[in-house]
């Protein structure tokens, strides 16, 4: 089993910025090594959707919406995977989730982010 804890998401205006954190826990990560870890979220009324990847070697990919805006990075020595959200947009609100690779694909609980005036 593994535990994915997010953390940082909030109220923020227009335009600014806001950085996700997830965490990685679980004995499982003693054994095996993470693989590709990513955040994906879901606005009121919409589907999941993938915001970012980042693979173990650091290879990402960003959805069209977020290019440019969003950068994903990791700590695989931490099993931790963050993203740094710029140029916020009201279109961005959305619960926020982290996702990982490992033997199978892991969830967070998520965390809500609201860009808003």
């Known amino acids: 089993q593994v535990q994915l804890v997010e953390s940082g998401g909030g109220l923020v205006q227009p335009g600014g910025s806001l950085r996700l954190s997830c965490a990685a826990s679980g004995s499982i990560l003693s054994i095996y090594t993470l693989g590709t870890m990513g955040w994906h979220r879901q606005a009121p009324g919409k589907q999941r959707e993938l915001v970012a990847t980042?693979?173990?070697?650091?290879?990402?990919n960003y959805a069209d919406s977020v290019k440019g805006r969003f950068t994903i990075s990791r700590d695989n020595a931490k099993n931790t995977v963050s993203l740094q959200m710029n140029s916020l947009k009201p279109e961005d609100t959305a619960v926020y989730y982290c996702?990982?690779?490992?033997?199978?694909?892991?969830w967070g609980q998520g965390t809500q982010v609201t860009v808003s005036s």
């Open positions: 980042i693979t173990s070697g650091g290879s990402t």
């Open positions: 996702a990982a690779n490992i033997r199978g694909a892991y």
